[in-house]
């Protein structure tokens, strides 16, 4: 049974940083990806991060290009998003997601997901 729980999320004021934390269990493939992807109250999940592995080869949204940091400790099964001068338009629910490489950032292109960490930016 593959799990996911993401850790790290709360409230920070503008231009502040948080680092998100996904440890796994239950993978079942032998290489795959991991992303982050955040959803806002009535809008679509978006991809944030991704990386691929076994390589560690990560991919960025435009939301986070430059701000945030993408990292995979393999011996720890734990995914993380380091987050630097965040912004209040980072606000919402944030989600790490398993999936099998298709389209890096693509919600659709991943098959388990956690439960999500609130993350709250005020100005």
């Known amino acids: 049974q593959v799990r996911l729980v993401e850790s790290g999320g709360g409230s920070v004021e503008a231009g502040g940083s948080l680092k998100l934390s996904c440890t796994s269990s239950g993978v079942p493939y032998g290489s795959y990806c991991m992303g982050w992807f955040r959803q806002a109250p009535g809008k679509e999940r978006e991809g944030v991060a991704a990386?691929?592995?076994?390589?560690?080869?990560?991919w960025y949204g435009d939301s986070g290009k430059g701000r945030f940091t993408i990292a995979l400790d393999s011996a720890k099964n734990t995914l993380y998003l380091q987050m630097n001068s965040l912004k209040p338009d980072d606000t919402g629910t944030y989600y790490c997601?398993?999936?099998?490489?298709?389209?890096?950032?693509?919600?659709?292109?991943?098959?388990?997901w956690g439960q999500g960490t609130q993350v709250t930016v005020s100005s």
């Open positions: 997601a398993i999936g099998q490489c298709t389209r890096m950032l693509r919600p659709l292109d991943y098959n388990y």
């Open positions: 990386i691929r592995n076994p390589d560690n080869s990560p």
